[in-house]
Structure formats: structure tokens, C-alpha cells
């Protein structure tokens, strides 16, 4: 590989004979930056590392580009989620059950205020129904401050701390209105509340703290044990690799839901949360990594004929020192991309284990625990807004798709 | 080809029976069993439970035996079609589970038949249209089809049905036809119901088979057969369907064998979030209630079937495809 600059003065005469080369890897690059000239382009392709190439690759891939972005911010909202959320996941106030979401204005009256703010929710009794009903109290708005004084949190559990990205000041009460018969709640529910009035906005981002993490963990664990299992298989063939492919085949023609509730449901009730968490990851992880193994066993059966692997063993080199220098290096951003791959559908998993009960359960906070609420058709049909982890997960799981789809491109763009 | 049927149901014998074993390893492996639990739950509610009676309770199902022996009968009744007693419904297990297997079946089935008609249409429509705007409109909506767990496409449609038209889509018959045995009418009930769960397990699928359709046929068009049929003046609807498609179609056959387990996982959280009367409901209650013989015979038989499925979709794809017969 050329990756060390100071061979670059070779490639005035290399970059000529190897029009090929230039070619086949220009065709790639060329759209990346079309100022260069031809021979600064050559050059630039000659001594590239293989990162930088899957690089360049990469981010020809608009909807891989997008993906990233999201990817990165749900990932960042998971780790300041204590800061960003504007209240404490389990604050409740019952009198706000199902209080419908609250939309951040900046007009009141038609006039632009400088500062966007909500209007205050009232209950009234619908005559109709009989019902209690949210409104909104268009005579009493709260501005949005930032960085305001709220529940107090302790950041990562380590850093006490009561400031909150968002929250409401205090509130401006309309001259023309007069006294409000009653005082409208002071809250800012971006997104509703649950049936305890807690904060659908906060518990949301503080779910995505365990379902974004579980599909990371768990897919790590399946990378060990793919990569593990899948190298011996691949490397050393024979009874052991037909031992290796039978069990993958007979796990994967379980189907995995009804196994995977079994094993979660056979998870002991006295378990602390904590552990309940490990083990939904470990059972997740137990079908997933078959998908890994597959794909490590093929690139060691493919690699273990090319030539430079020949030369390695020829030159003296040990087992251990061509598996770790010469093959791993040679696919591993290409496992990279499969892991990502792998991520969306652990974390649908689950969502869907968590929904059905199986799975974590409250006090903690998934996006699947949240979905448990929707469950019920009539609290659906009262509170919309129950639905939306689910679009969060779509927009998880849609995101990360497009990034490994990219991130595989970039890696093996034969494959 | 009979030879090649014979081998693969030869090694269906040890696939199923490890499947059998570790069905009732797992229902073993939670600490204590529906007796116990039982018990746990009549104390509960302040009643005195003689120790006689627990003794009666745990030699009645047999749970006195060790785990091994358990199993062993368990397996020998259940190659006879006796597949052990429910505790939680004091009914023999085979009462219970055939009528429901079997519309698991079904709904399977017809999310199968969704799937490969939106996935052949769409897919084609797709490859020839490329780039056009409905490719894109399809596109996105395939994406969004792959990445929506198939229960939150079942709660949307039940909210939107409930809220908007007013109708209700949970469950497989009215009202009137639950308890009725089986008729013309009752089926002709089934089926108007049958749309909505199969247009939710199948979308996943059918997203996912329009984008192969779609590759594969974008493949194919490029090919230099189809620009001669084109340079003689073939029409063009009959170029496509003529080659083009039929050689696009194989990976249909061939994703069958993994479609079926992925449909029947799916209609599994489905079915318990529509209420349908298949084994989703009840597999998750006997699991939450340790009612150990109904949940393996329920693993068992749903693997059984995705066994079964694999196997009709390899002997259609060696059917298809001469070189996967020879060397197999």
C-alpha cells in the first residue's frame, strides 16, 4: 500500500505506466473533485490510503450523508439527553393525563413577538362528552427561555446539575383578557404526555438512551462472537467448519420472534434492570451473530487462496500473525459496514420484544416500553401522540440503513 | 429430483429433533414451573393449599420426573400427535393448537401472496420506469416499508381505521362467526378480514422484494438479448414479460425459504397486537404463565413449518434451476 507520502515521488513515473490503475480508481474520484488537474488527480488517487478512498466513496452517497447526520445527532441526544430534556422522565402530574402536544408560536395577535413562546393549556369540561378537554389559553403565553433553571439531574450520573437546554419563563399575561377562570397549567409538552401527564418529549429522549445503546452493545457481542466463530470456520475448514455452518443453519431456521420471546420470557422476574437489559442484549445477540459469522467465514474462505496470504506463509509467518496482519486488516472496514447493517434490526427487535412485554420493563425507558402504552386502541384514539417512539424508530432504523448501505459501498465497492 | 427430495427430508429428522430439544430446554429454564407458580398465586389470594394437594398437582403433570425424562416421553407422545396438557387451560395441548397453527398459516400465506404481487408489479413498474417519478415515490415508500416495525404498522392502521373511518380491523371474524364451527360463510368472513393483516406482515417483505425485483430486472434490461428484440421490433410489453422478467423472477423462489420464518416471526407480534385468534396470543400468554408443554409444542410446530416452508421453497428452486439439483 502506498500509504506513506514520501513515496510520492515515485509516482511521477509510476502514475504513467499505471494508467490503469488511474483509471479504475479515477472513475470513482473524479466527481469528488473535478478542479484537480489530471496528473494532480493521479497522483492524489496514487498515494491515498485505502481510508481516504472509502472516503471519497462515501460521500458521493447523498442519502449515506443524510443517514450519518441523523445517526449522529440521535446518538448525541442520547448522551446529553439529561440536558436536553426539559423535565425529569418521571415528573408526573395526573391532572395533565393525555395532554395533547403544544406548538411553539411566534405570532400572537399577528404580531411577530421576537422570542417564540407557547400559550397556556386550560381543562374545560366538553359538554357534549362530559369529557375533560385540554385548550389553549391564547390570553396567557410562556416564552421559551434557554438554558433555564429545571428539574434537577445529575449529568451521566455523575454531574449535578438543575439547567436545561429549554423550559419556559414566566408567563405574560394578555391586558385584554382579564382574569383567566383558572389558571392554565405552566408546562411545555412538545409532544404531549403519557397517561401519568409525564413528558412523552422527555421520556422519549431519555428511551432513546437504552434503544439506541442496546442495538450498539448487542451488536458488538454478535461481533465477537461472528468474528470468532465465522475465523475458525472459514480458516481452518474441515469438520468444524461443517459443525460452525450446521449450527448457524439450524438457528436460522428458527423462526427468531417466538425464540427470542421465549428466551426473554424464561429471563427470572426478580432480575434488576440492569441485568434484564444484559440479557435481552446476550438473547439478541444469539441470532444476530450468525449474520456476521457468514460473512467473516466467506472472506476467510476467499482470502485464504490469495497469493499474499501464500507469500505470508511462505516468508515464515505464524497462524495467529496472518490472521491478525494480513486478513483481518484486508476486511474488516467491509465488517464495519455489516455491523452498522446490523444495528437497525436489533434495535427493532427490541422495541417489538419491549412492546409485547417480554422485553425491558418499566421503570425503564425504551422506546418499546413507551409503545407498551399504545397497546390500547382507546388510548390511541385519545392520544395520538402515543405513537410517535415508533416514529422515532422508523427514523433510527431508516437512517442507519442508509449509512451501512454507504458505509458498505465505500468499503467493498465490488461486492 | 426425488433423490434430492429424500435427502432433504433425511436431514430434516436431526434439524427437527434439536429444535424439539431446545424448544424444552428453554421452557425449562426459567426457575420454578406452573405449579409452583400456581400455588404461588392461590396463596396469594389467602387460600391454604394442603400440602397433599401439591403433590397431587405436581405427580398430575408429571413434574416430579427429572427434566430428561420429561422430555423423552414428552417427544414419544408427541410423534403420536399427543403433545402433552396445557395447565392454564386444563386441555390436551393438540386441542388447542391446530386451529390456530393453521390459521397462522393462512395469514402467512396471504401476506406471502401480498408481498410477491406488490413486489412483482411495483418491482417491474419500477425497473421500467426507472428514474421516473413514481420509481421514486416507490423508493421512498419501500424504504420507509423496510425500516416500520410491522406492529407499529399495525397499531397506525388500527388508529387510523378506528379514528377516521370508524371501523375496527383487529381480529380475524365478526362477531357472530368466533364460536361458530367451520362454513362457507365463516371462511367468506375470513377472508374479508384477512386484508389487513396480510397487507401489515407483508409490506416488510414486499419492500424488500421490489428491491431486488427492481435490481435484478434493471439488470437484465441492460442486456444485449433484449436490445436485439428491440432492434427487430418487438413490442415492448411483450419484450419485457417474455425474458427479462421470467429469468428476474428466481430470487422470489429463492428468498421463499427466508421469507417464511421472517412471516411467521411477524405475524406472531402482529397477531397479538390485532387480537387475531393464531398462535401469537396464546404462545405469549403460555409463556408469561410457565404453561411449559403448550409453549414448546408451540415452538416446535412454528419452527415444523418454517421447516416445511424452506424445504417447498428449495424443491421449487431446484425445480427451477438444474444446477442447485445436481449439486446439492
Known amino acids: ?13 509510476a502514475s504513467e505506466t499505471s494508467a490503469a490503475t488511474g483509471d479504475l480508481l479515477g472513475a470513482d474520484v473524479v466527481d469528488a473533485d473535478t478542479y484537480l488537474s489530471v496528473e494532480e488527480e493521479e497522483e492524489r488517487i496514487y498515494i491515498a490510503t485505502p481510508l481516504q ?58 404580531e411577530f413577538q421576537g422570542a417564540p413562546f407557547v400559550y397556556g393549556l386550560t381543562q374545560a369540561r366538553n359538554p357534549d362528552t362530559l369529557r375533560m378537554e385540554f385548550q389553549t389559553d391564547e390570553t396567557v403565553r410562556y416564552p421559551v427561555r434557554f438554558w433555564v433553571e429545571g428539574d434537577p439531574y445529575k449529568l451521566w450520573g455523575l454531574i449535578p446539575n438543575s439547567r436545561h437546554l429549554f423550559g419556559i419563563g414566566e408567563p405574560i399575561y394578555d391586558a385584554s383578557a382579564g382574569e383567566a377562570a383558572e389558571a ?83 429471563l427470572p422476574q426478580d432480575w434488576s434492570n440492569i441485568r434484564v437489559y444484559f440479557g435481552i442484549t446476550i438473547i439478541l445477540s444469539l441470532i444476530g451473530w450468525t449474520f456476521l459469522a457468514r460473512a467473516v467465514r466467506g472472506r476467510f474462505l476467499s482470502m485464504r487462496e490469495e497469493e499474499f496470504i501464500l507469500a505470508a506463509r511462505f516468508a515464515g509467518a505464524g497462524e495467529m500473525r496472518i490472521i491478525l496482519r494480513h486478513m483481518v486488516p484486508s476486511f474488516f472496514s467491509h465488517l464495519i459496514a455489516s455491523a452498522t447493517l446490523a444495528v437497525p434490526a436489533m434495535i427493532l427487535s427490541e422495541t417489538s420484544l419491549s412492546f409485547l412485554g417480554l422485553g425491558l420493563r418499566p421503570p425503564t425507558i425504551s422506546w418499546g416500553v413507551l409503545l407498551q402504552e399504545s397497546q390500547n386502541l382507546r388510548s390511541v ?16 432504523v431508516l437512517a442507519l440503513n442508509f449509512f451501512g448501505d454507504g458505509l458498505r459501498d465505500a468499503a467493498d465497492p465490488y461486492h | 429430483m426425488s433423490s434430492f427430495i429424500f435427502r432433504r427430508l433425511i436431514l430434516m429428522v436431526p434439524t427437527l429433533f434439536m429444535i424439539s430439544l431446545i424448544s424444552f430446554i428453554i421452557i425449562e429454564l426459567p426457575p420454578g414451573d406452573y405449579v409452583t407458580s400456581y400455588i404461588a398465586n392461590r396463596m396469594a389470594m389467602g387460600d391454604d393449599v394442603r400440602q397433599d394437594e401439591i403433590d397431587a398437582l405436581v405427580i398430575r403433570y408429571g413434574l416430579d420426573q427429572p427434566a430428561p425424562v420429561r422430555y423423552t416421553k414428552w417427544l414419544v407422545n408427541a410423534l403420536q400427535g399427543n403433545f402433552g ?95 361458530q364451527p367451520w362454513s362457507f360463510a365463516k371462511f367468506g368472513d375470513m ?26 430486472l434493471l439488470d437484465e434490461l441492460s442486456k444485449p438479448y433484449v436490445e436485439t428484440g428491440r432492434a427487430k421490433g418487438l413490442n415492448e410489453t411483450r419484450l419485457v414479460f417474455k425474458y427479462p422478467t421470467r429469468v428476474a423472477l428466481n430470487p422470489f423462489v429463492s428468498t421463499m425459504g427466508w421469507a417464511l420464518p421472517q412471516l411467521v416471526s411477524g405475524s406472531i407480534i402482529v397477531s397479538v397486537v390485532l387480537s387475531l385468534p393464531t398462535t401469537g396470543p396464546l404462545l405469549l400468554r403460555a409463556l408469561l404463565t410457565q404453561d411449559m408443554y403448550l409453549a414448546a409444542s408451540f415452538l416446535l410446530m412454528l419452527s415444523t413449518l418454517t421447516i416445511i416452508g424452506t424445504l417447498i421453497s428449495d424443491i421449487m428452486l431446484a425445480l427451477l434451476d438444474p444446477r442447485i439439483r445436481m449439486g446439492g
Open chain 1, 184 to 266: 392554565p397549567f405552566s408546562t411545555i409538552f412538545l409532544l404531549g404526555a403519557d397517561k401519568l401527564g409525564r413528558d412523552m418529549f422527555t421520556r422519549i429522549i431519555y428511551g432513546s438512551r437504552i434503544s439506541l445503546s442496546i442495538g450498539l452493545i448487542g451488536v458488538a457481542l454478535s461481533f465477537v462472537f461472528g468474528v470468532v466463530l465465522g475465523g475458525i470456520s472459514g480458516f481452518y475448514g474441515g469438520v468444524i467448519d461443517v459443525l460452525i455452518q450446521r449450527i448457524i443453519e439450524f438457528i436460522r431456521s428458527v423462526p427468531s420472534i417466538p425464540l427470542w420471546m421465549a428466551l426473554s420470557a424464561s
Open chain 2, 85 to 179: 396438557f396445557s395447565f392454564e387451560w386444563s386441555l390436551p395441548v393438540s386441542d388447542l393448537i391446530w386451529e390456530r397453527l393453521g390459521l397462522t398459516v393462512v395469514v402467512a400465506f396471504a401476506a406471502l401472496i401480498f408481498s410477491w404481487i406488490v413486489g412483482l408489479v411495483v418491482g417491474i413498474f419500477s425497473a421500467v420506469y426507472q428514474y421516473s417519478l413514481g420509481d421514486y415515490i416507490f423508493t421512498a415508500l419501500s424504504f420507509i416499508g423496510l425500516g416500520t416495525p410491522n406492529f407499529m404498522l399495525a397499531l397506525i392502521m388500527m388508529w387510523v381505521a378506528f379514528a377516521y373511518f370508524g371501523t375496527n380491523i383487529s381480529g380475524l371474524f365478526s362477531p357472530e362467526f368466533v364460536d
Open chain 1, 381 to 396: 384514539a385519545l392520544a395520538p401522540w402515543l405513537l410517535l417512539p415508533g416514529v422515532f424508530v422508523i427514523i433510527t
Open chain 2, 191 to 216: 377472508l374479508k378480514h384477512l386484508w389487513a393483516p396480510a397487507i401489515i406482515v407483508g409490506t416488510a417483505g414486499s419492500a424488500g422484494l421490489v428491491r431486488t425485483m427492481r435490481a435484478n
Open chain 1, 1 to 13: 500500500m502506498s500509504a506513506d507520502p514520501s513515496l510520492s515521488g515515485q509516482t511521477q513515473t
Open chain 1, 53 to 110: 478512498m472509502m472516503w471519497w466513496r462515501f460521500i458521493k452517497h447523498k442519502m449515506a450523508i443524510v443517514g450519518a447526520i441523523v445517526v449522529i445527532i440521535l446518538y448525541l441526544i442520547a448522551i446529553f439527553a439529561e440536558v436536553l430534556a426539559p423535565y425529569n422522565p418521571e415528573t408526573y402530574e395526573v391532572a395533565l393525563t393525555y395532554a395533547p402536544p403544544q406548538r411553539v408560536h411566534f405570532f400572537h395577535n399577528g
